[in-house]
């Protein structure tokens, strides 16, 4: 019988993860590709980065239980030329807010969801959406750690119901038996793992 611990992970420590494989990413999007198209339809780069910048910003107030508005994405490369630094040093607020004592407990938002499936959600958008901008902009994908992908798929079970009804997971794509764990979990939010490997396969050529 296997008598060893399983590790719990805090939120915290996987956004802090996860933050460290999205501030190259974020630094390496260069100002020519703002225009370009992503695997989110609805965002090209300059739009993907304005949201996860206000993702990245509401959820350090989940995080605090305080309030949070979603609507209305600012423009944050139009605000700042230092918009990239900015991003990178709201992530770093994310991960303070989420490691702060009590962040995890108890619910948080307007709909009361336990507090540690939000942060899991802050997590999934860094996660994802970093994936997302380094695909768009032809950077090496940045992956993520085995603990993150691990938290990420309780969620997704959790949330891909609801977030399908609403238009924010796409349906499931057909992904190989070599695919990944981390490839399985972007195909379960309706993102095709290979998005813009082709392109990127024949500009080397």
């Given at each position: ?65 305080e309030a949070s508005d979603f609507s209305g994405a600012a ?95 796409g349906e499931p794509v057909p992904v190989g038996e070599d ?27």
């Amino acid at each position: 019988m296997d008598t060893k611990a399983v590790k719990t992970h805090g939120i915290g420590e996987l956004l802090a993860l996860a933050s460290r494989r999205a501030v190259p990413v974020v630094r390496g999007i260069p100002d020519a590709a703002l225009g370009a198209p992503t695997p989110c339809a609805e965002y090209d780069v300059r739009a993907l980065a304005g949201h996860l910048f206000q993702v990245i910003v509401q959820f350090q107030r989940l995080a605090a239980k305080e309030a949070s508005d979603f609507s209305g994405a600012a423009d944050v490369v139009a605000e700042s030329p230092d918009w990239r630094e900015r991003l990178v040093g709201e992530a770093d607020r994310l991960v303070a807010a989420w490691s702060a004592p009590g962040a995890e407990e108890g619910t948080t938002g307007a709909m009361g969801m336990p507090a540690r499936l939000v942060g899991s959600m802050a997590l999934l958008d860094l996660t994802v959406h970093v994936w997302d901008l380094a695909r768009a902009t032809g950077q090496d994908d940045p992956g993520a750690d085995e603990a993150v992908v691990a938290e990420l798929a309780g969620a997704v079970d959790q949330l891909a119901p609801t977030a399908r009804k609403m238009g924010v997971f796409g349906e499931p794509v057909p992904v190989g038996e070599d695919a990944s764990a981390f490839e399985r979990l972007l195909a379960r939010t309706g993102r095709a793992p290979s998005w813009g490997r082709t392109a990127q396969a024949s500009s080397r050529e």
